[in-house]
């Protein structure tokens, strides 16, 4: 079982729709869970990062955990053609959490 | 700009080459990460250190060789790589452990000829 498991996509929604993706994770004791975005040629840069079970929103970003399901989602609210990227998921892991294990990645296309 | 810099941004090397990729970060981090990218799969953790101590080697190859003399600069050594070594090589840093928010550089791809 992988440990970090993402849908490769495309998620292909219209411009001002609501994106929504997810991420399922292998360890339980997980505590930390990011969402990079990275544009093609590009490195991941930080979009949100979240601790605590429920919601988190940071502008038209919202990241969702529920760590008894094992589940991270991002919802992406008024999708623009600009937020078309790979989305990464990270989990930390590692004995002292000092590492983070990335899924494969969605790929998002926003359609103006 | 990250704070985290990568130079060569690009390198093609030979089979028989010996090269080095440089990672400065002037983020005041104490912990610095090599990740791995090829085309269509998730990034690979190759090594980390903190605190200048390598605390992580995820069964990488012996060809690839990892120094970290301060922490702020981290090298990863490179010396007879094979074509399917070619990929994007992410330098990342963090501030200690645990809820560690990683943040990487641009990257130096990697073409191995």
């Known amino acids: 079982q992988k440990e970090v498991e993402q849908n490769s996509g495309p998620l292909s929604v219209p411009e001002g729709a609501i994106a929504s993706l997810n991420c399922t994770y292998s360890d339980r004791g997980s505590q930390s869970f990011f969402w990079y975005r990275q544009y093609s040629g590009k490195s991941p840069e930080l979009i949100m990062s979240?601790?605590?079970?429920g919601d988190k929103e940071d502008g038209r970003f919202t990241a969702q955990l529920n760590k008894a399901s094992q589940y991270v989602s991002l919802l992406i609210r008024d999708s623009q053609p600009s937020d078309s990227a790979t989305y990464l998921c990270a989990v930390n892991a590692g004995e002292y959490g000092n590492k983070l294990v990335f899924g494969a990645g969605t790929i998002l296309r926003v359609k103006s | 700009e990250t704070g985290v810099t990568q130079t060569p941004r690009h390198l093609v090397m030979g089979m028989t080459n010996k090269k080095s990729l440089k990672c400065e970060q002037h983020l005041g981090h104490n912990a610095m990460y090599w990740y791995k990218q090829s085309a269509k799969k998730p990034l690979e953790l190759m090594f980390v250190?903190?605190?200048?101590?390598?605390?992580e080697n995820n069964s990488v190859p012996s060809r690839f060789s990892p120094e970290c003399p301060n922490s702020s600069h981290l090298f990863l050594h490179l010396h007879t790589l094979q074509p399917e070594d070619s990929a994007l090589y992410l330098c990342?840093?963090?501030?200690?452990?645990?809820?560690?928010?990683?943040?990487f550089g641009e990257g130096s791809w990697l073409t191995v000829v």
């Open positions: 250190y903190s605190l200048e101590e390598r605390v």
């Open positions: 990342a840093s963090s501030q200690g452990r645990g809820r560690n928010t990683i943040y």
């Open positions: 979240i601790y605590s079970n």
